[in-house]
């Protein structure tokens, strides 16, 4: 019997161990799930006859190794800063590994010893990045095999909550990790190349520079840049594309709103603030305006930001209930970035009937025998309940598939590497369509640089 180690029993791997379970008596597997805590791993694997919970503590080495020296085949979902303890294991064992995770500067320098062990270390095959890199793939391959040249690519994808449980102004709420969604974008300056010209957005006006998206039956969306889309062009051999940009996706209105909390600095990461366990948050709203004897902190602020009082801006700080002075921040020390997500957790963790969606648009332009062309794809998936969510299946789902073919010998190519090439991602994208996850593509009229247009 083969055995595969997961490693990590958090929210996205509910859907990958499924998959392997499901699969594991006529692929003669046994699943085994290593977490800190081996209830959590209980609750996934239940009482099937081919998985087995286990205690895994990453930083007990004898423990981490001797569970990879009796695996065939290694999965991390671990945090991403931790995949390299696991990596380096799977090169002394010799053993192949799978994460969802972005390939770091540690995990490329294995690169050498894991093609000289002849082992498959697939990374980046979960959603974002995953998914997102595989469909883009499969245009761009097309396009090329047809003579095409690129010309443009846009790449969305956000984590968002689903029609039905959409209840609250901001038309969000958190389906992943809180602290990522406030700290987005931070770190630099937006980087992408639009019509030819290298273009920036610093951070404090990246909410405020956003791009529509209409999606067939789902209505309006918008996206605002990630950091940095320039890695791409080597990435995916479009070294010479006019247009590069890669963004996040939100209902219309939530950056324009989002964009209050940083002006105002409340999602500085970067220092503590004083007597947080105690500070009501109203207290906290308050620290970031100017002092008055006589003014409300609703009057300061309003004026702060120039918000008229009939505006949906301001409803929707009203919604989050930022001026009690009741509710506690209750965190010791906290960075303003922690105590403004204490307060949105209030109102934006998902209610047990809650169900989350994923959405990914692509933008493809192209010119072939002369012609400028254009495609946009779109992928739309909703989750079944707080178990089963469309982020855990998107970022599951591709991690399982992927791992089951190394293991069977289909993916062969050795190294450290991420899915962009055809022996990995057609039989990946074809298995995802019987999971519901399918894109559909409009050929559409090409929107991108006209040399007659002056400007850039």
């Given at each position: 019997m083969r055995t595969i180690l997961v490693i990590g029993a958090g929210k996205s791997a509910s859907q990958l161990i499924n998959y392997l379970l499901d699969k594991s008596v006529t692929e003669d597997l046994q699943i085994i799930v290593g977490d800190i805590s081996q209830q959590n791993a209980q609750n996934i694997v239940g009482s099937h006859r081919n998985g087995k919970a286990i205690q895994l503590d990453v930083f007990n080495k004898s423990q981490r190794q001797d569970a990879i020296k009796?695996?065939?085949?290694?999965?991390?979902?671990?945090?991403?800063?931790?995949?390299?303890?696991?990596?380096?294991?799977?090169?002394?064992?010799?053993?192949?590994?799978?994460?969802?995770?972005?390939?770091?500067?540690?995990?490329?320098?294995?690169?050498?010893?894991?093609?000289?062990?002849?082992?498959?270390?697939?990374?980046?095959?979960?959603?974002?990045?995953?998914?997102?890199?595989?469909?883009?793939?499969?245009?761009?391959?097309?396009?090329?095999?047809?003579?095409?040249?690129?010309?443009?690519?846009?790449?969305f994808t956000g984590g968002l909550v689903a029609p039905e449980s959409d209840t609250n102004l901001w038309n969000y709420k958190f389906t992943w990790n809180p602290r990522n969604v406030v700290l987005a974008g931070q770190g630099g300056a937006a980087e992408f190349i639009q019509e030819g010209t290298y273009k920036y957005i610093p951070y404090q006006r990246l909410f405020r520079r956003t791009e529509f998206l209409q999606i067939e039956g789902y209505g309006r969306f918008e996206g605002y840049a990630?950091?940095?889309?320039?890695?791409?062009?080597?990435?995916?051999?479009?070294?010479?594309?006019?247009?590069?940009?890669?963004?996040?996706?939100?209902?219309?209105?939530?950056?324009?709103?989002?964009?209050?909390?940083?002006?105002?600095?409340?999602?500085?990461?970067?220092?503590?603030?004083?007597?947080?366990?105690?500070?009501s948050y109203r207290d906290f709203i308050n620290l970031f305006l100017p002092y008055s004897p006589t003014d409300s902190v609703e009057l300061k602020l309003r004026h702060y930001l120039k918000i008229d009082q009939d505006d949906l801006l301001w409803d929707k700080l009203i919604e989050l209930d930022i001026f009690n002075h009741n509710k506690k921040i209750g965190l010791i020390n906290a960075t303003p970035a922690k105590c403004l997500q204490r307060i949105l957790e209030d109102k934006w963790t998902l209610a047990p009937e809650d169900k989350d969606m994923i959405v990914m648009y692509h933008k493809f332009g192209y010119e072939l025998n002369g012609e400028r062309k254009q495609i946009d794809a779109t992928m739309?998936?909703?989750?079944?309940?707080?178990?089963?969510?469309?982020?855990?299946?998107?970022?599951?789902?591709?991690?399982?598939?992927?791992?089951?073919?190394?293991?069977?010998?289909?993916?062969?190519?050795?190294?450290?590497?991420?899915?962009?090439?055809?022996?990995?991602?057609?039989?990946?994208?074809?298995?995802?369509?019987?999971?519901?996850?399918?894109?559909?593509?409009?050929d559409v009229p090409y929107l991108g640089y006209n040399p007659d247009n002056v400007g850039g």
């Open positions: 009796n695996a065939t085949i290694v999965i991390s979902m671990l945090p991403a800063r931790f995949h390299i303890e696991v990596a380096r294991d799977c090169v002394t064992y010799e053993k192949s590994m799978v994460t969802a995770s972005y390939i770091s500067k540690e995990m490329q320098e294995l690169d050498q010893a894991v093609k000289a062990k002849g082992l498959v270390f697939m990374n980046e095959i979960g959603l974002d990045p995953g998914i997102d890199h595989m469909s883009a793939m499969q245009v761009i391959d097309r396009v090329r095999d047809n003579g095409g040249k690129m010309l443009l690519f846009e790449s990630n950091r940095n889309s320039l890695k791409y062009r080597s990435i995916y051999g479009l070294d010479d594309i006019l247009t590069l940009y890669r963004g996040t996706i939100r209902r219309v209105g939530f950056s324009k709103a989002w964009h209050i909390f940083v002006m105002m600095g409340m999602t500085d990461d970067s220092y503590t603030l004083q007597e947080t366990e105690n500070m739309v998936s909703v989750g079944t309940d707080q178990v089963n969510t469309a982020m855990a299946k998107t970022v599951g789902l591709p991690v399982a598939i992927a791992t089951l073919r190394i293991l069977n010998g289909d993916i062969t190519t050795s190294g450290v590497q991420l899915p962009i090439t055809k022996e990995v991602y057609e039989p990946i994208l074809k298995e995802l369509e019987d999971f519901g996850i399918t894109f559909k593509e409009y």
